[in-house]
């Protein structure tokens, strides 16, 4: 079963090296980040730097000669100040004032902060943009800045930011920082820390793991389908199929791709062939209406398939034709399993168009004034 594993979830077939670069860069595509571009909202956070650029009646350098004088003249830091100054940082030079704000910011509001406006997420989308995930990593880390990021967003961009430069050993600090600090966690929060869980794939990482898991479960919080997803694939492995079965059952819906595969998968992994050949011979699109979706499944993971019935010439037989129809009617991806769990999910669409109409002039980059909003 470990050399199963191993092959599925490890190394890259050969046949992989000798595949179009289409596939290739689909590949390359599919290991970006985990959270939508809802959650990060980089390019709101980018659409306001522009807009309040054009409205002041100063340049950028004077604003920060102004910020500087209030720094040597220990003179009140006020909220507009630090926001207006963290919308005009372009380069990492103008970061290394913005973090002496902070500082000086926090420490005079640090005890009526409470309900404010949240800077941690406005600096960590700052430091998304420039690169410098680990100015946000010291930061958010810092002691003397306690409660200034006091929400779930900044750690999960963070953590997400070093998810995507494949930091995981980092990103779990981050993650370690955050519970120590009482931040609640919120559904990307559980999806990031698994998935950082699954990337490590130690001892470590599967006890992190299983203890979220159970200490959610107990408080009854909420644990999103993609959580579950790298609880699963980590428990496999592990080679702890039996866990891995076990939290599995309690995914509530079924109906995905990533499901499809990993159920399928686990019956490989249990030795369950004639349920296994049941569960792909239902999955077959010709089987299926053409207004429902055709599962697709990862190349590796039907690898796995292959091999689990190479000790039964029947069903091996059998298992070779199935795999053929799901072949040629185009339900067997270019995908690993890992790609799968990995993409980049879409964000969410409005439910009316209406309301998420244009709020700035294309041209003057200024808010549209419409009478009849106002009235």
Known sequence: ?????????GLIPRELAARPRETRDCRRCARRYLLSDNVIRLLDFQQKKVALANQMYISKDQYFKTIEEKLKKNELILKDDL??????????????????????????????????????????????????????????????????????????????????????????????EMKNQGIKFNK??????????????TIESYRICTLLLEESLTRGNFIPRHAYYF??????KRHDVENARSIYSQIMHTDSNI?????????????????????????????????VKK??????????????????????????????????????TALSLDEMLCHTPAGRKPLNPLLDQRKISRRTLQPLRSTLLSE
């Open 295 to 332: 599962v697709s499944f990862a190349h590796d993971v039907m690898a796995v398939v292959r091999e689990s019935m190479e000790n039964n010439s029947e069903l091996q037989s059998e298992c070779e034709d199935i795999c053929e129809m799901l072949q040629k009617s185009g339900q067997i």
């Open 1 to 9: 079963m470990a050399v199963i594993v191993r092959r599925a979830l």
């Open 83 to 176: 926001k207006m100054l963290l919308h005009l940082c372009h380069m990492p030079a103008d970061v290394e004032v913005a973090k002496d704000l902070i500082y000086r910011y926090h420490a005079e509001n640090k005890n009526v902060a409470f309900g404010e406006f949240r800077f941690g997420p406005l600096f960590v989308r700052l430091c998304h943009e420039l690169g410098l995930e680990e100015t946000a990593e010291e930061m958010v880390k810092d002691q003397n800045l306690k409660g200034f990021f006091n929400d779930s967003t900044s750690f999960n961009i963070l953590m997400d930011m070093l998810f995507m430069k494949e930091s995981y050993e980092r990103a779990l600090g981050v993650l370690m």
């Open 231 to 236: 609880a699963v694939a980590l428990a496999i």
């Open 259 to 291: 499901c499809h595969n990993l159920h399928v998968f686990l019956l490989a992994l249990s030795g369950e062939q004639q349920n296994l050949i049941s569960a792909l011979e239902a999955a077959i699109g010709s089987s299926v209406s053409k207004f």
């Open 188 to 201: 990307d929060t559980y999806i990031l820390a698994f998935a950082i869980c699954y990337k490590l794939n």
